[in-house]
């Protein structure tokens, strides 16, 4: 059952609350630090205002308009990389108060563009350059929910003492929503020119509290999300929901994870493998 327009606005302002309140704690030393590879955790910060006012605000209204995706610099899932990095660098420079200002300010605008929604218009077609096929209204309103948590982690690598993590610090419904939100979003992240031929059942299932059961079918070049179980399924990965976000952001290795059990694999084990390659952001 797909979430309602009230669920969406429900979880997605909890996010949007829980990193302001994060990221307005972090102390200067903390801000200047490298959060990720590439990025300190302010520029993480400027990325959320970036992201926002650049490309998803713009996407949302041109789908409300039954236009095209246009965004200049961004026109191909390739050019994401380079687009963030160059929208991100036109405001990083920023206090960061500001930069929290202008999070709240884009972020309420979208929110504000769901309320005045019903759930049918929802399912109206969007699209992004960033997706491997069209999508609807209430996808876009589930990547900007998942970016927030995304960038969360990601800062949370200067401050772990100041914030737990996304799944440790949200409810058990938060839990669900949330692992529900990452599991029907990887369809759109789908890369359907390296999996044009590939065909298989893939079954996850997250123990512990909020956790649950998605699968994902690929096969004719795309793939299909589900909420529960499959008869038969090609491979099961079982784990709970924080060590499988630790595990696709790169935070958990793999190989250490499967060896001591934190992640089981049942039935064909090495199509585990493929999901890096079948599914990025980046294409």
Not at 109 to 137: F, M, V, Y
Not at 200 to 222: C, R, S, V
Request: hydrophobic share 40%.
């Amino acid at each position: 059952m797909k979430p309602t327009k009230d669920q969406i606005r429900e979880y997605y302002a909890a996010a949007l609350d829980r990193c302001l309140e994060a990221f307005s704690r972090l102390d200067e030393k903390a801000l200047n630090k490298k959060a990720s590879d590439h990025w300190t955790a302010t520029e993480h910060i400027a990325s959320l205002v970036a992201t926002m006012e650049k490309e998803t605000l713009p996407l949302t209204r041109q789908a409300l308009a039954g236009e095209q995706a246009n965004i200049p610099g961004f026109t191909k899932r390739s050019d994401i990389t380079s687009f963030r990095q160059s929208a991100m660098e036109e405001v990083r420079d920023l206090p960061v108060p500001e930069l929290l200002q202008r999070i709240r300010a884009a972020f309420e605008e979208h929110i504000a563009i769901l309320d005045t929604l019903s759930d049918s218009d929802l399912d109206k077609p969007a699209s992004s350059p960033g997706w491997d096929r069209p999508g609807t209204l209430r996808d876009l309103f589930f990547a900007s929910y998942l970016f927030l948590p995304g960038q969360y982690q990601e800062i949370r690598h200067v401050a772990k003492k100041k914030m737990p993590h996304w799944i440790e610090g949200s409810t058990p419904d938060q839990v669900n929503y949330h692992m529900g939100r990452i599991f029907h979003y990887m369809p759109l992240i789908f890369n359907s020119d390296k999996g044009a031929d590939f065909q298989a059942n893939y079954q996850f299932t997250m123990e512990g509290e909020g956790g649950g059961q998605w699968t994902l079918e690929i096969a004719d070049g795309k793939a299909v999300a589900q909420t529960g179980a499959l008869e038969s399924h090609d491979i099961e990965i079982k784990t709970k929901p924080q060590l499988w976000i630790d595990l696709t952001t790169g935070d958990l290795n793999a190989v250490w994870a499967i060896t001591t059990k934190k992640v089981k694999l049942g039935g064909n084990m090495g199509l585990a493998m493929k999901l890096s390659e079948l599914f990025s952001a980046e294409g």
